[in-house]
């Protein structure tokens, strides 16, 4: 079925490290992506995002890499920050019904000061 | 700039109760609007999106039912809550033209049903 689902459902970093977030994706995806940021008790904010013409994107302080051989697509958070602990969702609209958008399962990621 | 609003923040209702949840969205015309369920430590299930007015579609069969009255609003509605119901509820909106456009999700409502 249509999936976009996540490696690790936790992760912790020390404050000043990179992070690097995972996510997996199936065939039904379309050729966007979105990577999201939850903090606790809002919704879902929007990050930075990719199409599929391109293998990098950066941002400030995050980077998003896109394998589209292997269905894979990563955010990288650089130095850390305590306000970076967050729930971090990739998300596409599926290929066969674009208004459609789903998430994965999300990564919480926790930062050690 | 366009802005969603989603009301209430929080709410508690016993079990049979109904639920009206609403979502308006300011600033764009014939925007896709979801709603969206997350239970506590997982990820965002969607539940419905419309993409016109009158226009729902359903990803989920449950007790849940959404309506579009206007081009702007989206309610969320049942007519007898179930205590699995509880969760956190999200509506988003997001611009019609094509694939490559992202969702821009309101504050949310915890809902607890009791």
């Known amino acids: 079925g249509e999936n976009v689902g996540l490696h690790l459902p936790t992760l912790s970093v020390q404050e000043g490290d990179n992070s690097i977030i995972n996510c997996a994706y199936s065939n039904s995806a379309s050729d966007y992506f979105i990577w999201y940021k939850q903090e606790s008790g809002k919704g879902p904010q929007f990050i930075i995002d990719?199409?599929?013409?391109?293998d990098k994107r950066q941002g400030q302080r995050v980077t998003v890499l896109l394998n589209k051989t292997v269905k894979h697509l990563s955010l990288q958070i650089a130095a850390t920050q305590p306000g970076d602990s967050a729930v971090y969702f990739c998300?596409?609209?599926?290929?066969?019904?674009?208004?459609?958008?789903?998430f994965g399962p999300g990564t919480s990621l926790s930062v050690i000061p | 700039s366009q802005t969603i609003h989603q009301w209430p923040a929080t709410l508690v209702q016993p079990v049979g109760s109904p639920l009206s949840l609403e979502c308006t969205v300011e600033?764009?015309?014939?925007?896709?609007l979801y709603w969206y369920r997350q239970a506590a430590g997982r990820g965002l299930q969607l539940l419905f999106y419309s993409v016109g007015i009158g226009q729902i579609s359903s990803e989920v069969p449950q007790n849940l039912s959404a309506s579009r009255p206007q081009d702007r609003q989206f309610i969320l509605s049942s007519k007898k809550l179930l205590l699995s119901d509880s969760g956190f509820y999200l509506c988003a909106w997001r611009a019609w033209e094509g694939a490559n456009t992202e969702a821009f999700f309101g504050q949310g409502t915890r809902l607890t049903v009791v």
């Open positions: 600033g764009t015309s014939n925007p896709n």
């Open positions: 990719i199409r599929s013409n391109m």
């Open positions: 998300a596409s609209p599926m290929k066969t019904s674009y208004d459609k958008v789903i």
